[in-house]
């Protein structure tokens, strides 16, 4: 039997190759283990953000730098102190939504705006910062992913429309899409509504 001199103890062949397969065996589990723990963290980001996902994939140099930016916009929004609407604010809320919808059929552009601005105030009244419009929106995808491309094509419009004429149609799709995001934000994500009842 050969033995092996190896850090001051000898060693036989037989153990040095099964060390070396026990080895090979961790390193192989160690491994497997990772790449399950990231494949069940793409698949919850991707189940929780939806079309943002993708949209953060596209905007990013690779899937784990947008990975991580998802992940950073959980923690920060997890900072920021999310809140349901009192039933007056949302009763006043309600009122100031069907103005700026019955003034679309004679003064569209005012009610996309409007409703733009409306949304904003929304927003600040549920607890979220003011902030440049993609700021905002990265905060808002992380409760309301289902809505977000919805609410960039909207303000797209609200935003160009001093410089750009938009369409009528285009004008229709806004307020339309506003109305969905309108009706969601009234509504207290799970999540939000779990830690209030806490």
């Known amino acids: 039997m050969n033995y092996h001199l190896i850090m001051g103890y000898y060693f036989s062949t037989a153990q040095i190759i099964a060390a070396a397969a026990v080895l090979a065996v961790l390193i192989i589990i160690a491994i497997s283990s990772f790449v399950e723990r990231r494949r069940v963290r793409t698949l919850a980001l991707r189940n929780r953000f939806g079309t943002e996902y993708d949209r953060a994939v596209l905007n990013s ?25 009192g039933e007056t604010e949302r009763e006043r ?36 910062p003011q902030a440049s419009f993609e700021q905002r929106a990265a905060d808002v995808s992380v409760h309301y992913p ?48 779990t830690k209030a009842a806490a």
Do not use: C
């Open 146 to 193: 289902r809505v977000m491309e919805d609410y960039r094509r909207a303000h797209s419009i609200a935003v160009r429309l001093g410089k750009v004429e938009a369409t009528t149609e285009e004008l229709r799709t806004a307020i339309i899409q506003y109305r969905a995001i309108f009706d969601d934000l009234l509504r207290a994500p799970d999540s939000i509504a």
């Open 61 to 85: 140099d690779s899937k784990k730098e947008a990975e991580a930016k998802l992940t950073d916009r959980q923690t920060r929004v997890e900072t920021l102190t999310i809140r349901e609407l």
């Open 93 to 128: 809320f309600v009122t100031e939504w069907h103005t700026v919808q019955a003034r679309f059929v004679d003064h569209p552009r005012t009610a996309v705006t409007e409703a733009d601005d409306l949304i904003n105030a929304l927003l600040e009244a549920r607890g979220y």
